[in-house]
């Protein structure tokens, strides 16, 4: 039969057009009996953020779809096999900072800008494959027997086989999923979990706010000619916060992110917008007794984005008979291992495959999507964990017992001697950061796919 008129085996719904959702979609055009349609919010389709590092598990997902050539042509960063230095380490609050370590991953660190991985991606998805814009979800509904149906806020419906909501942080998608399942749980008076399942409807600040923008090449050279954030992926570490830089944009942008932190406010309201324009005087003070290098970056900076960082508390299922979470409206993390697009890369690129297996039909998607949850959910909840205790090492936010109690590394105490206590405590950092860090380099998402694959098998 040829292809066009090929039965369709599965109806797939995304709702979310960013890196997750769009992985999705381009994974699952390779099936000629999956039919896929993107819904995204938005009026057009634009990523929010500058720049997002990808190391080797997300990266082998992308060259399997095809997709590095050509992403590789939009930055200097070029692949490499065994140890690469990755960011360089400072600390920096105080007058005088000084370099105290280098992550050495196995592997490159590939950094790209978001505009240019959507745009690349975009270029690869078939028009089969259908995108429609000013498509917000308002809530779906779906019983034992027949189609999903999808009402969207402009009052209009579909329906589908299988629902995906890779539709943000604020995923409408997981507050009907969710909500559904605390007036279940009521009903059955469970009472303490429905009230711990309805925390986890909406999400929770973690007291950090970044500052992002892009610095133009030849302003920063303009200020500082030899400065390293010119050609180095650098982190400048400090009490309350850190800044974070990398080129991007074949060296012609440098991505910069500046991290404030109030830990005493996790799981706490933010106080307004999450994300809106940022003046950099909203920042800066948090820095100002900082290092000569970080001033100059900061004064190198006009607006910014500013992005109230928000998590997903952990849930317990990502799935719910038809209907899948994948990326942040699964498991919104910090930013800090570089991991929260590397996750959604692997979340769509899994579900695929196990979309796509001939065992998954009508009647079996629920069996196959629990395959997705029990592999994909606990490696999430564990990176999320360790994104959140990243931040707490770059923000020198440490239990005392940790490294070394007589040591404040809030304090300015010059360049230490590499044989002090105060160098000693640093390379412990350094290696808790590298301990909990080295998943992203080590690991492969190889075995995830030959255990989904195990799996599917034996349902059939």
């Known amino acids: 039969m040829p292809p066009s008129q090929k039965q369709t085996r599965l109806r797939v719904a995304i709702c979310g057009a960013g890196i997750g959702g769009l992985t999705l979609a381009l994974a699952l055009s390779e099936y000629q009996d999956i039919e896929v349609e993107v819904f995204e919010a938005a009026k057009q389709l634009a990523e929010v953020g500058a720049g997002v590092g990808l190391f080797s598990r997300p990266w082998k997902v992308l060259q399997m779809l095809g997709l590095d050539q050509e992403l590789l042509a939009t930055t200097d960063t070029k692949p490499r096999d065994g140890p690469v230095s990755s960011f360089n380490y400072r600390k920096s609050n105080q007058p005088v900072g000084f370099q105290f370590s280098t992550l050495v991953t196995k592997g490159s660190l590939i950094l790209l800008h978001r505009a240019d991985f959507q745009s690349v991606?975009?270029?690869?998805?078939?028009?089969?494959?259908?995108?429609?814009?000013?498509k917000r979800l308002r809530t779906f509904s779906q019983r034992q027997a027949g189609p999903i149906q999808l009402v969207f806020e402009d009052g209009t419906t579909t329906t589908c086989d299988v629902l995906v909501g890779a539709d943000g942080v604020k995923s409408a998608t997981r507050a009907t999923m969710l909500g559904e399942r605390v007036e279940w749980m009521r009903s059955q008076g469970r009472e303490q979990e429905a009230a711990d399942t309805a925390l986890c409807i909406e999400p929770a600040w973690s007291g950090q706010v970044a500052y992002r923008t892009l610095i133009p090449v030849e302003r920063l050279r303009g200020a500082a000619p030899?400065?390293?954030?010119?050609?180095?992926?650098m982190q400048y570490l400090g009490k309350g916060g850190f800044v974070i830089t990398y080129p991007v944009q074949q060296g012609k942008m440098i991505n910069f992110v500046a991290f404030t932190f109030r830990h005493d406010l996790e799981g706490t309201q933010f106080p307004g917008p999450w994300v809106g324009p940022g003046e950099r005087s909203k920042f800066a003070h948090v820095f100002a007794d900082w290092e000569e290098d970080v001033q100059v970056l900061i004064n190198c900076v006009d607006k910014t984005l500013a992005w109230a960082v928000h998590t997903v508390r952990p849930l317990r299922s990502f799935v719910s008979g038809r209907v899948a979470l994948i990326g942040d409206a699964a498991h919104a993390m910090p930013p800090h291992q570089g991991s929260g697009a590397g996750q959604a890369i692997e979340?769509?690129?899994l579900l695929?495959?196990?979309?796509?297996?001939?065992?998954?039909?009508?009647?079996?998607?629920?069996?196959?999507?629990?395959i997705h949850d029990s592999i994909r959910r606990p490696l999430s909840h564990r990176v999320a964990q360790s994104c959140r205790q990243a931040g707490r090492y770059f923000s020198f936010e440490l239990d005392p017992s940790e490294l070394m109690p007589r040591v404040d590394l809030s304090s300015d105490f010059g360049i230490p001697r590499r044989d002090s206590d105060e160098w000693d405590c640093l390379q412990r950092l350094h290696a808790n950061?590298?301990?909990?860090w080295e998943w992203a380099w080590t690991t492969s998402v190889d075995d995830s796919i030959q255990e989904a694959q195990r799996l599917l098998e034996a349902m059939t």
């Open 121 to 134: 991606i975009l270029n690869h998805i078939p028009k089969s494959c259908r995108i429609h814009t000013s």
């Open 226 to 233: 030899r400065h390293e954030a010119l050609t180095t992926p």
């Open 347 to 349: 979340d769509a690129y």
């Open 352 to 370: 695929s495959r196990i979309l796509g297996h001939p065992s998954t039909t009508p009647s079996t998607i629920a069996r196959a999507l629990t």
């Open 433 to 436: 950061m590298v301990r909990i």
